[in-house]
């Protein structure tokens, strides 16, 4: 079973900045694309950011310029830097991993619990 662990989620003024980072446990063939969703209240989960095994990233236009996605294979560590927050960016944020599990035969979608990212004066 693969788990995802997720930490770095906190209060932050307006302007400020969090470094979300997410690991996942080594159980796997072969890790593909990892990605950051977040979900706001009353409003449905949204991708935030992903980035491919070989490095390439998207961002939804909301965040790009003020958020950067990475990853470190050798790690099972994948990151999400978030500067100049506002409070739109308030949600909860969850990590998400396409993966082979170690037996499998083909990608299953995992998800970590999420964390609290609060933006407010």
């Known amino acids: 079973q693969v788990q995802l662990t997720e930490s770095g989620g906190g209060l932050v003024q307006p302007g400020g900045s969090l470094r979300l980072s997410c690991a996942a446990s080594?159980?796997?063939?072969?890790?593909?694309?990892m990605a950051w969703f977040r979900q706001a209240p009353g409003k449905q989960r949204e991708l935030v950011a992903d980035?491919?095994?070989?490095?390439?990233?998207r961002y939804i236009d909301s965040v790009k310029g003020r958020f950067t996605i990475s990853r470190e294979n050798a790690r099972n560590t994948m990151y999400l830097q978030m500067n100049n927050l506002t409070p739109e960016d308030t949600a909860v944020y969850f990590c998400?991993?396409?993966?082979?599990?170690?037996?499998?035969?083909?990608?299953?979608?995992?998800w970590g619990q999420g964390t609290q990212v609060t933006v407010s004066s």
């Open positions: 080594a159980n796997t063939q072969m890790m593909l694309t």
């Open positions: 980035i491919t095994n070989g490095g390439r990233t």
């Open positions: 998400n991993l396409n993966a082979i599990p170690m037996h499998g035969l083909s990608a299953i979608s995992y």
